[in-house]
């Protein structure tokens, strides 16, 4: 019987998967699955108990078996893993996110990596003894290989939905990412500069993040297709702990930037409104108008933006919650959903 239990329990788990592709929860009754496989109810028995001791589907007395996590047995707790809950862009889309997924009798946990792998993995490791309904995962970084890749497939394995948020790692392969296009948003701002007159155009970029290298490529994209000149010179590329140093109020890196970087060109696309409203600080304190000097453009759409009159490329934070939220609703219903790419919106204001 050891031989035949064994390739039962590997068949039902390949089903498994195609279950939960095709939105059902519930398996077979015994009855069923004896006569599918041509074998005892002892044997079919054995493949079951195989499966739940292994988490991935779970046993009701007089009612049958069910994928593990599945509307019949999971939590209510959705876990949003990001780097920092408190950065100037996720206060108001946490908010908006608790509430729509508290209106569908969900509840929304924040934890904050502190942009660490090691911060990243305590966490991934705690969810793999209490399982939530859904875990939504802003990456640390995913342009190097990261050792937590393992930990977030021991949760898919175990039928518990990942979402990615923003950007993604390579696995699993069907997790759905909810983000935007990082190379159409560059031509935008590049096609908008070019309208305005500016044909020498620098850029600040993020280089640990594949947010900030997809900007950047479309950047110098973005400048062919318009016939305009790329110049290495005049990009900055930033890594996290110098976007924390910035942010601190270390001016040196930008005022480098307008030294030496800046020079011939007239405008600035930056990373996000944080880099902007710092970079128009540093360029005012040197002498120099925004935007009669140099124009500065960015990402987010955020309160930087709005209070400074930054002209911002960004989307509706309620938009993005709400995409979120039936996402989420969704994949913890065993449905088959689909990546989300959200549209930006350009909003201009006095800074360029």
């Not at 108990?49 to 509307?71: E, F, N, P, T």
């Not at 948003?185 to 500069?193: E, M, S, T």
């Amino acid at each position: 019987m050891a031989a035949k239990y064994r390739e039962i329990a590997y068949k039902l788990e390949l089903e498994l998967r195609q279950m939960r592709s095709d939105g059902r929860t519930r398996l077979p009754a015994e009855a069923e699955l004896c006569s599918m496989f041509s074998c005892s109810r002892q044997t079919v028995r054995a493949a079951l108990d195989d499966l739940a001791q292994r988490g991935l589907i779970v046993k009701r007395k007089g009612s049958g078996s069910y994928l593990a996590g599945s509307i019949t047995d999971r939590s209510s707790t959705v876990v949003l893993i990001i780097e920092d809950e408190d950065e100037y862009t996720n206060p108001s889309f946490i908010s908006r996110l608790r509430q729509m997924l508290k209106d569908r009798k969900y509840e929304l946990i924040c934890r904050s990596t502190g942009g660490l792998i090691s911060g990243e993995a305590e966490i991934l490791s705690e969810l793999q003894q209490e399982p939530p309904a859904a875990v939504i995962i802003e990456p640390v970084n995913n342009v190097i290989p990261n050792p937590n890749i393992s930990l977030i497939c021991g949760l898919h394995s175990k039928g518990i939905p990942v979402i990615y948020l923003r950007t993604s790692y390579p696995e699993p392969r069907e997790a759905p990412m909810i983000g935007e296009d990082n190379k159409e948003g560059p031509a935008i701002l590049v096609r908008h500069l070019k309208e305005r007159g500016h044909t020498n155009i620098a850029g600040i970029f993020r280089c640990d993040d594949s947010r900030g290298l997809m900007r950047y490529q479309g950047f110098y994209e973005a400048l062919g297709d318009a016939n305009l000149p790329f110049d290495e010179q005049g990009v900055l590329m930033i890594s996290s702990s110098d976007r924390k140093r910035i942010m601190r109020g270390d001016n040196s890196l930008l005022t480098r930037f307008i030294n030496d970087n800046l020079r011939g060109k007239t405008a600035v696309i930056c990373q996000n409104d944080e880099i902007a409203f710092r970079l128009i600080q540093v360029l005012n304190n040197n002498g120099k108008r925004v935007p009669g000097d140099v124009a500065v453009v960015s990402f987010d759409d955020s309160y930087y933006a709005s209070s400074a009159g930054i002209t911002s490329l960004g989307h509706s934070s309620r938009n993005m919650s709400s995409i979120v939220s039936d996402q989420v609703t969704a994949a913890i219903e065993h449905k088959r959903i689909p990546a989300v790419c959200i549209e930006w919106r350009l909003n201009v204001r006095n800074s360029g």
